[in-house]
């Protein structure tokens, strides 16, 4: 075996192994990819990671990438001053067909969760990277809880990858 093709076969087998192996963190798991879309100076209460599941395939498809291994994203509810941010964010580490993503932003009331903001829902095309939110001005309306529900659907090679969570702020005075 020549010195480049033993070079050649080494990189294959190195990437290989590397897509084998499972890491829960977004961040470790795509070198260089945003830990998110939230902007400095917001008061964080928590950000949740999405797990993308494959949910459907084109038939005889054989792909060597897939984004419920490759894929990260999370969902995250925040503050700045007395507006609440409900965001999305997904991301991977190559181009995909098309990725869908929706947030939701709710608010606590005696009756259950209100909605609140201006619900998302747009899709990408041929896209790696993709981020949306949802804002509620909450000035002047007491003390609730604020609920952010995100979900992603992509499409890569015929198949679809979905993906979906809820985060949480509670006791938030505005």
Same mark, same amino acid.
């Given at each position: 075996?020549?010195p480049?093709?033993?070079? &050649? %076969? =080494? *990189?294959?087998t190195?990437? /290989? ?7 829960? +963190? ?28 494959? &949910? %459907? =395939? *084109?038939?005889?498809?054989? /792909?060597p ?6 894929? +990260? ?15 999305i ?11 869908r993503?929706?947030v939701?932003?709710?608010r ?47 499409v ?19």
């Amino acid at each position: 075996m020549s010195p480049r093709n033993a070079l &050649v %076969s =080494a *990189a294959i087998t190195l990437t /290989v192994a590397a897509s084998l192996i499972s890491v829960p +963190s977004a961040a470790s798991a795509n070198p260089g990819a945003p830990a998110s879309a939230i902007p400095a100076g917001a008061t964080v209460v928590s950000s949740k990671p999405i797990h993308l599941t494959r &949910v %459907s =395939a *084109a038939p005889n498809v054989v /792909v060597p990438n897939t984004p419920d291994r490759d894929c +990260s994203g999370n969902v995250s509810i925040y503050r700045i001053g007395t507006v609440i941010y409900g965001s999305i964010t997904v991301w991977c580490p190559y181009k995909v067909d098309s990725m869908r993503l929706s947030v939701g932003l709710y608010r606590s009331r005696w009756f259950g969760w209100e909605g609140v903001g201006t619900p998302v829902n747009r899709t990408y095309y041929n896209f790696s990277y993709a981020s949306e939110q949802s804002t509620y001005g909450c000035a002047g309306t007491g003390t609730h809880d604020f609920l952010a529900t995100g979900s992603s659907y992509i499409v890569y090679q015929g198949a679809g990858y979905s993906g979906s969570d809820s985060d949480e702020m509670d006791n938030q005075s505005c």
